[in-house]
């Protein structure tokens, strides 16, 4: 360690002593200031040495050095200097029980002497943080922050980002130390769990420097959990995967799998917060759950499974020796309309299934359980797909009552201008007969005179 020396100036002294030295004072010492476990240097200032004794004493009257002879057995004294001016001595690793004052005397016609006081700093080192009440979600945390051993007392502060929390400081003596203490107490929560607390310590013996302890704030809180499954919908024959999620101060080391009001089924696997279960079947539906719990709570949750069947379309396939071929089968189903009817409805779908045929096997051909399929219509064949199956029905024959009332439309029209053009026809055959009556006008007139009868001589002309 380095020392610290904070000498007494003795200059003025000195120009005192110059000027008229019977007034002067014969020996001066330069008290000293030094950290613990450093080097401490004595001097002692002489004035007008005659050559007289000159002696060295420690704060319990012991005779160190003699004339710069050493006189007690102390390896950690050492002479460093002796003129007619200066004495000087060393003390190496010093420590608290060496403070005290360090005696200059010189012996002459009358005894001088004067004292060297020695004080020791003891630094602070790196604070600890004692947990005095366990910090629990909803309550308060208890923490002490304690510098063992200084001198002077050091000063301690809490800190969280950069703003100090107040605290209840006290201190304790040792003999020539302290020890210093600072208790916070502040109320937590969840979200508190691993908050950054500082406590630092300063001391005159570390200048601007600070001793700090990291700490974070521990905070206990009972644990939660929440399953992750699969999305979509899940089918006979899929495998579904569960895995429970879970929080908690302290983290649960167990986690229990079950099956509310039933067991666990027999292909299920269970790999630490992991639920697998193979080939589902309809078996297997039911709520399963997921529990965990640590000294501060319990947690569940739960998930409800539902497989879906399947629908299925038989098809006998005609063996075939010695080979195996990929067959795709069309599932359609058709609805037809006239066109001043609105589109088929959603639930009439078309479904596509893609599958591989063994000689001698019958295929099962599975739809999505949401897809609707008219049951009550047979299958036919397609001639230019024979592996397509298509459902026919027995379409109203809308085509046939168009072309019907097509024909009557015809007719009543054929009729209509029938009727029109012997109209037409008859009229102009009155017109004709009228015109030649006005050939004859001459013959009724002179008949109708003559008192005849213009009837018997009317002649019909024919067109």
Known sequence: MA????????????????VNTARCQAVQAESVTVLEGGTAHIS??????????VVIQNPRRQTLFFNGTRALKEDRFQMV??????????????????????????????????VATLSVLVPPE?????????????????????????????????????????????????????????????????????AALNCEATHPALNDQKKIRHYRLDVYFAPTVRIIYPLGILREGDSLTLTCSVTGNPLPRHIQWSKINDTLPERAEISGPTLQISRLSQSHNGTYLCQAQNNFGRAADQYTLLVYDNVSVTTMVPPTPNTTQPITFHHVTQTLL???????PPDTVSITTTATLTPNTTQLISSHPAAHIHQEHSNQMDPEDPGAIVDSQSAV?????????????FTVICVLVVTIWCSVRQKGSYLTHEASGLDEHGEVQEAFLNGNDASQGKKEYLL
């Not at 690793?93 to 009358?110: A, F, R, W």
């Not at 006239?338 to 088929?344: E, G, K, N, S, V």
């Not at 046939?400 to 097509?406: D, G, H, N, R, S």
């Open 338 to 344: 006239p066109d001043r009817f609105p589109p088929a």
């Open 81 to 114: 200097l002796f003129t007619p001016h200066l004495m000087r001595i060393s003390l190496t690793n010093v420590s608290v029980s060496d403070e005290g004052g360090y005696y200059c005397q010189l012996y002459t016609e009358s005894t001088h002497h004067h």
């Open 397 to 409: 024959p809308y085509k046939a009552i168009a072309v019907v009332l097509a024909l009557l439309v």
């Open 126 to 194: 790196t604070p600890t943080v004692e947990v005095k009440q366990e910090a629990v979600e909803g309550g308060q945390a208890e923490l002490t922050c304690m510098s063992p051993r200084s001198k002077p007392a050091a000063t301690l502060r809490w800190m969280r980002n950069g703003r100090e929390i107040p605290g209840d400081v006290s201190q304790q003596e040792n003999g020539k130390t302290f020890s210093v203490f600072s208790t916070i107490r502040i109320p937590v929560e969840r979200k508190d769990n691993g």
């Open 3 to 18: 020392a610290w020396n904070y000498c007494v100036p003795v200059s003025i002294l000195l120009v005192a002593c110059l």
């Open 44 to 53: 002692c200032h002489l004035q007008n040495y005659d050559g007289s004794i």
